[in-house]
């Protein structure tokens, strides 16, 4: 099963086994990792699943719809050219390894 | 319990009313025997199915195709049976209209636009706390729950000043009228008329002030985005949904604190736990208690085979606090993760003014947890029944200064 590298904003990180199909936010959540809410349970609505995503890694991503664009410029921490919002991404086997940064905040 | 009849083999039918006065008083141990009965359950009483686990709510709220919403949330058909008023342009609607009018609502009460409101909803919030310390004892659901939201949410709208008295009352007809035709429905569909008038008034765009979220939603005809026509039924959307439900979503969070000082304390030393305060209050209390769908055509649900043009009840509460799902579902417990709760809903219909509701909570827990040491109950709590909203009528406490 594919495994995601979450970094925490005090740089400790978490590594996370997924499970098939599932979302980074999903994958998050299962696990109890600190730092990402998901008030909206993955409906893209809320924002509070915010992550930025390592560099190396963005363009390998699925495209961002447009309601994920719009939503990412009322984040609580600051938008930056990686965000994502992590209940958008669902986990493929070839986004083995994926690293992503915590933002300091969530609301 | 008989398994005969319309529904099919497998499926048990219950005699059981859930818009029924002893029902709505205490729905717990009714909740617990719907979701013990099986996976979809048969209401002889108006001839429904129905869904009380979590998977299987979740699952019809996420197959709108499916289980949709154009045919009405009540129990009303709108295939069968004219509704009470003009259908709601996004609650009633199905893709690929909902897409259209959603999109809308959407940007209107986005993130972005809580940022711009933030101040203001938190200034109101210390406001109420100043009167409130003054006042020491007092009702917490009309000085608290429902003076608060009130004392913000006509402003964002842009409402006039005039005639602000009819919009719980507009808003308690619309929920009751999703529940069936009981004395509940009927009496306040008999009395709707002046509230229905006023609103159908206030949605008119020269009457909502610049820069609101009236104003905002009109401005999208410009866009290009909806009609003229279509704009003060969009309007009207958030005056049914954007008020009663935060009363009874504040007042849910006061009684529970109130109820489990546990909590309270835990809050109290760290208010920035206000956010999920409220939200495990929503999920604790689901101030919203059911929906309805309509079946668009025969399907299997989790082995019981439902024929189409069938309405599914959902029993979002019961969800809430299905075991299944959830450790300890009967305990209020303010760091809980709540991600994925059905309080206000799942899927593309879930609430559009859930960040509104949050902020509104946040805002009124944190001041409240600042600033006051203790809430003490000190008379018996009345309930309001409505056959969709759950919550209290009166909730006489006492507060002791920090
Ligand atoms: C604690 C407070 C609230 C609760 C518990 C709540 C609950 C819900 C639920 C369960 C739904 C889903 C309906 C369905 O699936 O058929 C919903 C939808 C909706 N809510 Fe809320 N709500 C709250 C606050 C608000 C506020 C503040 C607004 C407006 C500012 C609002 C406006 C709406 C609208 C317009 C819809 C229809 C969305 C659609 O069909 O796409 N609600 N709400
Ligand atoms: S979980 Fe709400 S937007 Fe991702």
Known sequence: MPAITFIHPDGKSDRVETAGGESVMQAATRHGLDGILAECGGNAMCATCHVYVDESWLARLPAMAGDEDALLDGTAAERRPTSRLSCQITITPDLDGLVVKLPERQV | MTASGAAGSGVPHLDVDPFDMRFLADPYPAHELLREA?????????????????????????????????????????????????PSLILEADPP?????????????????????????????EARVDALLQMRNFDAIADLAEAYPLSIFP?????????????????????NAFGP???????????????????????Q???????????????????????????????????????????????AAVYCLARFPDQWSRLRDDPSLARGAFEEAVRFESPVQTFFRTTTREVELSGAKIGEGEKVLMFLAAANRDPRRWDRPDSYDITRRTSGHVGFGSGIHMCVGQLVARLEGEV???????????IEITGEPKRRFNNTLRGLDSLPVTITPA
């Not at chain 2, 005639?163 to 808003?171: F, K, S, W």
């Not at chain 2, 003060?232 to 958030?238: A, G, I």
């Not at chain 2, 009124?364 to 203790?374: P, Q």
């Open chain 2, 205 to 251: 765009r020269e009457n909502l002030a610049p820069g609101g979220f009236g104003a905002c939603i009109h401005a999208q005809v410009d866009e290009g985005a909806i009609t003229a026509n279509e704009a003060p039924l969009l309007v009207r959307s958030l005056l049914s949904a954007g008020l009663d439900t935060t009363v009874n979503g504040i007042g």
């Open chain 2, 38 to 86: 099986g996976p979809v359950v048969y209401l002889d009483k108006w001839n429904v199915y129905g869904v009380a686990r979590y998977a299987e709510v979740h699952a019809v709220l996420n197959d709108p195709a499916t289980f949709c919403s154009s045919r009405g949330v009540g129990l009303s058909d709108f295939k069968k049976e004219t509704p009470w008023r003009p």
């Open chain 2, 181 to 203: 035709p009981n004395r509940l429905r009927q009496e306040a569909i008999e009395r709707s008329a002046p509230h229905q008038a006023y609103v159908a008034e206030q949605c």
């Open chain 2, 364 to 374: 009124m827990l944190t001041a409240l947890a600042r600033r006051i040491a203790k």
């Open chain 2, 97 to 125: 209209a909902h897409t259209r009018t959603r999109a809308v609502l959407s940007k209107v009460l986005s993130p972005t636009v809580m940022k711009q409101v933030r101040d203001r909803f938190a200034e109101a919030a």
């Open chain 2, 155 to 175: 402003d964002a709208l842009g409402l006039k000043p005039e005639g602000r008295e009819h919009l719980i009352p507009y808003a308690s007809v619309v929920f």
